[in-house]
Nanobody, 115 residues
Framework: QVQLVESGGGLVQAGGSLRLSCAASRSISSINVMGWYRQAPEKQRELVAF???????TYADSVKGRFTISRDNAKDMIYLQMNILKPEDTAVYYCYALYFGGNYWGQGTQVTVSS
């Protein structure tokens, strides 16, 4: 099993930046895929970005060029650097891990972007 704990959310003005962090309870070098999802009010949860064990990254079209996902195996952490934030980025952001066929989620962290 994997426990995931997010941090770094908050309130920011449009055009600003935030960095989300996700701490894993086990070595992430053994986790094939980690990523970030988000869920806005009354909307379905959607993929934001993911990163593989081989550092291959994928982004949703809506965040390409603005968000960057990274991982630090030494600290068992992944990050989401979010720049040029827009009001439509407002959502609860969830850390995700795919580990031995199981899907694991953090509790979420709120990101609010004011216009």
């Amino acid at each position: 099993q994997v426990q995931l704990v997010e941090s770094g959310g908050g309130l920011v003005q449009a055009g600003g930046s935030l960095r989300l962090s996700c701490a894993a309870s086990r070595s992430i070098s053994s986790i094939n895929v980690m990523g970030w999802y988000r869920q806005a009010p009354e909307k379905q949860r959607e993929l934001v970005a993911f990163i593989t064990k081989g550092d291959i990254t994928t982004y949703a079209d809506s965040v390409k060029g603005r968000f960057t996902i990274s991982r630090d195996n030494a600290k068992d952490m992944i990050y989401l650097q979010m720049n040029i934030l827009k009001p439509e980025d407002t959502a609860v952001y969830y850390c995700y891990a795919l580990y031995f066929g199981g899907n694991y989620w953090g509790q979420g962290t709120q990101v609010t972007v004011s216009s």
